[in-house]
């Protein structure tokens, strides 16, 4: 069709009409995305997108080939799809197998999609019209000063995902669209720097900035590259190098400021602004501004009306007071906070949480962590200092469960013992090291609560649940989950928009590492078998250090540790985000040896490697980062050393030998407490083991333990055939003896490899 005829066509569409059905093929598109995989996986495996949660961010969408049959099929209905530009004059979809990302004009109103077709090679735009319209990430104009410009929407959102936000994607061929040009004429910015992929002429832009008064600088890529392509086989940092600025864009502008659910903090140099609690009244913006730093000596605490110049005047007074600034030092760090109060906006509460870019002083401090020769006795300290007293290799254990969400096989943790024993302690502890946007923590998820996340919601997440018996019908689904990765139910719903019962499939997509606690003596076998357990220490002696660490908190010295707790979560939060998803690839895996003693050994087997993956993981820094070229993919790497199997060989050998016991960990602790009593008193009495009898008194008298706990588990050692119960009808007390002569612990230990007898893998 001629464009003249095409435009005089689109003249039948209102603009209001027009974004309105925009925003319906918008939401289809998005809703594909979520439930069909190819998307995702063109996003993440082959243009690198590391960070999922973008994906809801920006509204991504999927077109599959499926929107016509959604669309009520009557000729004035398809004919306005067909103004749109959604369709075309064969009635097929114009962005047929293309990931899509919709555009927005300087007020915010959707005004097109951009199509991406799913397919190896250099990124094919595909628009809906032949005049390219609209804005992507229009936020970036209005918060920053500096802006980078790309070519297209996958190079600006490579940068997003590797922490440069502060960038604006051409949106067509021939320079920046009307709508571009009218934004950054609207925002205060003062510079820009060019990045077109290698080969492409940049006049035509620099002409459009340089009648906007904007200064521009030009970003060489080598070769004909495109951004995306260079940043799969180099890190961010080579990029920067190749900036013509002596600073990245955004390391100031952005990196600094992180809005949350309930507003936004934000760091300029050692100072810190957590702004909460806003109220637009007419000509008011008020807010509560708290004002703190590490230097600085308590906080200062405010709600003022930053609209209001003398409000913003006596709050600067006062934090430059506490701060020890100058006062105009003081009210450009307002005047920043302005801005990014006007452009907050609420978040929605399923949607997922804003990615944090960290400050440099973050970063120096995760950095300092995570390359500590002593990484995990590090952790281990650092763990005691919030709390926990003993526990050493409990603490390890959870804490690299934790990290290992971001591996493709995580580590799930079960910590089992009684009631006030300190595993909920434990497991709070490790959750405050973790960042918000990492975890998900519930006190009870419903039966098909799972089903109905969001489906990237807990994607490499680490899910936390207070109580295993707060799972409820939840197990099922839960054990889905961490065996498949996936989730995935169908159900019946109304079409939005053809009226009609159809069914709807809801897709959660994993991996996710999942952090238990329970009280019960034994778990259902399907569940447990998924979890390494661990039990807390509940012997007297760490009741004496628990005691101990109790009273010294109410102690000037326990004041103090007090205030090391919020630096030594920040840092470990630090190193968390800034653990990269790299492949772990473990040379020596061929030559390891694990006892094949039962079933069960197969899963345990896997729990082995993943615990040497993470230990690695976990040392990132300190390896060097190696690559793989695989046809026209780089896979990037780290390698496990003998040093990680030697450390995954101690856990191992203490918990999985625990899974290997068909005991529970607190009743296999009863039998050998029993096992060391007999014997003591057999070889005083010069008896056989099974010629003593005892009671459960004679057990609390001699272990210190309950009657509930002795009871319970001398229960299952008697099932279990451990021991054998003499009397104990019609209210006479029971006597038990020890079958076999007492030597079975009920674990048999694990044969491990020994790291030092492993030989060098051939290159």
């Known amino acids: 069709m001629p464009r003249a005829a095409k435009a005089e066509e689109m003249t039948r569409l209102s603009p209001a009409r027009r974004a309105k059905l925009l925003e319906r093929v918008a939401a289809f598109y998005h809703q594909r995305f979520l439930d069909r995989p190819e998307g995702q996986q063109y996003l993440v495996k082959v243009r690198g997108i590391r960070n999922v949660s973008l994906f809801g961010d920006y509204r991504v969408g999927y077109a599959d080939g499926s929107l016509l049959q959604a669309l009520p099929q009557d000729a004035e209905s398809l004919d306005l799809f067909h103004q749109l530009g959604v369709l075309n004059g064969r009635n097929r979809e114009v962005l047929a197998g293309c990931v899509v990302f919709p555009l927005f004009d300087v007020a915010g109103a959707l005004v097109s999609l951009y199509g991406c077709r799913i397919e190896d090679g250099p990124a094919q735009p595909v628009y809906l019209a032949e005049d390219a319209r609209g804005i992507w990430n229009a936020q970036a104009a209005r918060r920053s000063s500096r802006l980078l410009l790309t070519g297209s929407i996958l190079d600006a959102l490579t940068l997003v995902d590797r922490g440069m936000a502060d960038v604006l994607p051409r949106i067509g061929q021939a320079g920046l669209n009307a709508d571009q040009v009218a934004l950054l004429g609207q925002c205060a910015i003062k510079g820009a720097t060019l990045c077109l992929p290698g080969g492409e002429s940049s006049e035509g832009i ?37 900036l013509p600025i002596n600073e990245p864009v955004n390391a100031v502008n952005s990196a600094d400021c992180r809005h949350t659910a309930q507003g936004l903090i934000l760091h300029s140099g050692a100072r810190r602004y957590e702004v909460k609690a806003f ?355 780089v896979l990037r790497y780290i390698e496990a050393t003998r040093e990680d199997i030697r450390t995954a060989n101690v856990i191992a050998e203490s918990v999985l030998t625990q899974s290997a016991s068909e005991l529970s960990a607190p009743a296999r602790t009863l039998l050998t407490y029993i096992h060391a009593h007999v014997q003591k008193h057999c070889a005083g009495q010069n008896l056989a083991p099974h010629e003593y009898t005892f009671t459960r008194k004679t057990v609390r008298d001699s272990i210190g333990w ?39 612990a009920g674990a048999s230990g694990l044969t491990l490899t020994d790291p030092d007898e492993l030989r060098e893998p051939a290159t």
């Open 206 to 242: 620099e002409g459009q900035l340089a009648a906007l008064n904007i200064p521009v600088q030009i970003a060489s890529l080598p070769g004909r590259e495109d951004l995306n392509s260079y940043l799969s086989r180099h890190e961010i940092g080579a990029f920067q190098k190749l």
């Open 279 to 633: 109220a637009r009244q007419g000509t008011q913006l008020k807010a509560t501004i708290k004002a703190s730093g590490d230097r600085a000596q308590g906080f200062e605490l405010h709600t003022l009306d930053l609209y209001s110049a003398r409000s913003r005047e006596t709050y600067a007074q006062a934090c430059a007071k506490l701060f020890g600034e100058e006062v105009a030092q003081i009210k450009t760090d307002l005047e920043r906070l302005l801005e990014q109060v006007e452009a907050w906006t609420p978040q929605d509460s399923d949607s997922e949480p804003t990615r944090v870019i960290l400050t440099a002083r973050e970063r120096e401090a995760g950095l300092e962590l995570l390359r500590d020769p002593k990484l995990l006795e590090r952790i281990e300290r650092d763990l005691t200092t919030l709390g926990i007293a003993g526990e050493g290799l409990n603490k390890r254990l959870c804490y690299l469960a934790a990290v290992s969400r971001k591996l493709d096989d995580p580590l799930s943790l079960l910590i089992q013992s009684r009631s006030a024993a300190g595993k909920s302690t434990l497991q709070n502890a490790v959750l405050s090291l973790v960042p918000e946007e990492d975890k998900v923590v519930y006190t009870r998820l419903t039966d098909q609560a799972l089903f109905y996340q969001n489906p990237t919601a807990l994607t490499h997440k680490l899910l936390a649940l207070e109580e295993a018996e707060g799972l409820g019908g939840a197990a099922y689904s839960l054990r889905a989950l961490q065996s498949s990765k996936q989730l995935a139910i169908a159900t019946t719903a109304k079409d939005a928009v053809t009226g009609k019962m159809k069914t709807e499939q809801y897709w959660v997509q994993g991996p996710v590492a999942v952090l238990l606690t329970t009280t019960s003596a034994a778990l259902d076998e399907e569940t447990a078998s998924r979890f390494l357990t661990v039990s807390i220490d509940e012997s007297a002696d760490m009741t004496e250090r628990i005691f101990e660490r109790q009273r010294e908190a109410d102690t000037l010295a326990g004041y103090l540790h007090q205030l090391e707790h919020r630096a030594v979560v920040r840092q470990h939060q630090a190193a968390q985000r800034l653990l990269e998803p790299l492949a772990v690839i473990n040379p020596y895996a061929p030559q390891l040896h694990f006892p094949a003693h039962s079933l069960r050994a197969r899963r345990d087997h896997k729990k082995y490697l993943m615990l040497i993956k993470a230990i690695a993981f976990l040392h990132q820094q300190q390896r060097p980062v190696k690559e793989h070229l695989h046809g026209d993919q």
């Open 706 to 744: 309950s009657d509930w706990q002795v009871r319970t588990h001398i229960r299952e050692l008697e099932e279990l055939e451990y021991l054998k119960a003499r009397s104990g009808a019609w209210g006479k007390e029971y006597q038990y003896e020890l079958l076999g002569d007492g030597t079975d």
